[in-house]
């Protein structure tokens, strides 16, 4: 999604269990894979918006990315995703808020999480890579 100056960016893991170690790895690696496939820099993001399914209770994933040292001056925001009959389990969504607009983004869908979104899933990759 690109307006004018703002751009945001979406991406979703599933997580393997209600482990605080999973949730973190996982917030984690959902981070840095949209960061990598769109070349940015932290210090581009205005502000990070984090959703957790409601079955994963033992740890923020905001608490994992500042643990790793990541988004260490930018605004995050958690909260829980909305129950509904037969909705993915164990995820993380981030939207990812950025100062500056992009021509193009490539969202980050993984571990699962494609089923989601598989129209976005495979965008700007070819069919084998929406794991990358």
Known sequence: MNVGNICAIRGAICIEADEPEKIEAGAVRLLRTILERNNLQENQI????ITQTGD??????ATGLRKADLCT?????????????????????MLVILNCPLEKTIPAFLDGAEKLRPDLALQGFGDNQSNI
């Open 46 to 49: 205005a502000c990070l918006l």
């Open 56 to 61: 994963l209770r033992s740890r923020n994933p």
């Open 73 to 93: 001056t930018t605004p995050l925001f958690c909260m829980q995703e909305l129950e509904i009959e037969g909705m993915l389990e164990r995820v993380i969504r």
